[in-house]
């Protein structure tokens, strides 16, 4: 996983009950997860995520999804 510009990070996963997102802070640790129905929801969705995490700040991508408190080491 490659961290993005405001120090998320996002991949999809493949589990024994469907496809899930994972919204991945600097650290590696997940702070968010979306089940998907399939692989193409899942990708369309990874993909938003994404353009997200260089479009927006640190600050408004976790008020965007509902992350809290959550701070990446470095991003203040």
Known sequence: ????????????????????????????????????????????FASTVRQHIYWLSADRFRTYYRLGAVRPAGVS
């Open 1 to 44: 996983m490659s961290v993005g510009e405001n120090g998320f990070g996002v991949q999809i996963r493949e589990a024994d009950d469907g496809w899930r997102v994972v919204i991945l802070d600097d650290s590696g640790s997940v702070v968010s997860e979306r089940t998907c129905r399939d692989r193409s929801e899942a990708r369309v």
